[in-house]
């Protein structure tokens, strides 16, 4: 890895770690395209290595929100408990896919991910509100206090899909997580801070599996990883002053296209 390579992925990381954490989600939408095409790594180890820079990046973000006091703790442990387990299996998984399925899969995941996020009423997630449900208290910018309706049903079914989403792809699951906990009515800014804590329980369980099979790469991850921190906080900061519409719509747009680069990429070579 050349001197020039440090500079460009740290750059990255910090940009990529910003718009996470301002999305609640763990960015390996982007990190794996650009390990891939950048940096022409094997997707294997692009997955991998993406996991284990949302560990960081969602430690990172985590803490500031833990800060902000906008961590609902039961719905946590409702997505991630399952996460970890089918975060787990959906990285064993990647030992028995061809490396052009995977990049097959992984575009489909970016271009369904893109449409979500342009067009929040496309199904992607829908709700399975049923009995039982408890209590969370969130407080409103306003200091307005609000009890909230969590369903462990409807957050058990989604976190499974969000991990193994997770260990098969090297996303973080966030673009799950998040419409799973605002479909079922929690403010978007706290389900962008659960979903970030929830990510990070999810990915270390992802990590793991991957450093055991090899798919991991030291020098880029300490790279991405380095920006992706700084990032986080900046995102942290600037999560309530910014119109998340907007930018939910640029970053489903950009989604898209990294799709139909990759795919390119794919095809050409």
Known sequence: ????????????????????????????????????????????????????????????????????????????LCLALPGVAF???????????PSFYLIVI????LVLMGIKMVYRTFPLVFPILCEPCWKEECRLPSGEK???????VHLVTWGSVAGFMSGLTGIG??????PALTIAGIPVHYAVATSAAVILITSLSGVGTHLMLGHFSLMFFIAFAAGAV?????????????????????????LICVAAMLAFTLLAG
Do not use: W
């Open 146 to 152: 609000r009890d909230l309706h969590a369903y462990p």
């Open 230 to 254: 700084a990032g986080a906080q900046a995102g942290v900061y600037l999560s309530p002053k910014t119109p998340s519409r907007i930018l939910e719509i640029a970053i489903g747009t950009l």
């Open 106 to 109: 992984f575009c489909i995941v």
């Open 87 to 97: 975060a787990a299996l959906g990285a064993l998984v990647t030992v028995f896919i």
């Open 1 to 76: 890895m050349v001197p020039l390579d440090l500079v460009a992925s740290c750059i990255l990381g910090i940009l990529i770690g910003t718009v996470s954490a301002l999305l609640g989600v763990g960015g390996g939408f982007f990190y794996v395209p650009v390990l891939v095409m950048v940096f022409g790594l094997d997707p294997r180890i692009a997955v991998g290595t993406s996991l284990a820079i949302i560990t960081a990046t969602t430690l990172s973000a985590t803490a500031g929100y833990r800060r902000q006091g906008r961590i609902l703790k039961k719905s946590v």
């Open 173 to 178: 699951g966030g673009i799950v997580n998040v």
